[in-house]
C-alpha cells in the first residue's frame, strides 16, 4: 500500500523510513517523552531500525514523520492507527523530539492527519488516550475539538505510581463543523 504524504503550512507529514532511525531512537531514550506518553517499554537499537523500516508496508495504520521548514529531518512521530474500515474508526496517536515540543508542529500535524481520515479514508470517528499528567496535550487536543468520553482510572504507570488515561474522540460530524465554509 503506498502511503500518503501530507502538506500543511509549516509541516509536512511523510511516511517513516528506515533512516528515521537515529531521530526515532533520540524520541524513545527521551525520559520526559516516555512519561508524558506512557511508554514503559524500552526498546533496542536494533528493534527500532526493524520497526522504522517496516512502516511503508504496515497495514492498517499510517505512520508518518513530522517534517518542518522545507528540511526532511524527523521532528516527531504522528500515527493514525487501528484503522478499521468496517466501523470507520482509527487510533490517533503524537509524539515529537524534545527540541520540537511545544512549537505548533504537533497542532499542525493533527489537523492534517484529521483531514486525511474524515476526508480521504472517510472515517467516521477517531479516538486517542491522552495520561491525566500530561495536562498540555489533554488541552491541546481539547483545543482542536476532541471531546472527553471518560477515563481509565490508574491505567498507566508514572514512576513508582499511577495516573490515569483520558479517552478523548472526535466524530466526522464535529469535524466538519468545524470547518470553514
Known sequence: MQKPTLQGEMIVLRPVRGDDADAMWDMLTDPEGNRLTGTTRTFTREQVEEWCASREAAQGRYDFAVTANGSDEYRGEIVLTDVDEDVRCAGL?????????????????????????FEGLGLHRVELEALSINTRAVSLYENIG?????RRRDGYRDGDGWCDAIVMSMLEDEYRARQPD
Do not use: D
Open 93 to 117: 496517536r503524537l509524539a515529537m523530539r524534545p527540541a520540537y515540543r511545544g512549537r505548533g508542529y504537533g497542532t499542525e500535524a493533527i489537523e492534517l492527519v484529521l483531514e486525511f481520515a
Open 146 to 150: 476532541f471531546r472527553v468520553e471518560g
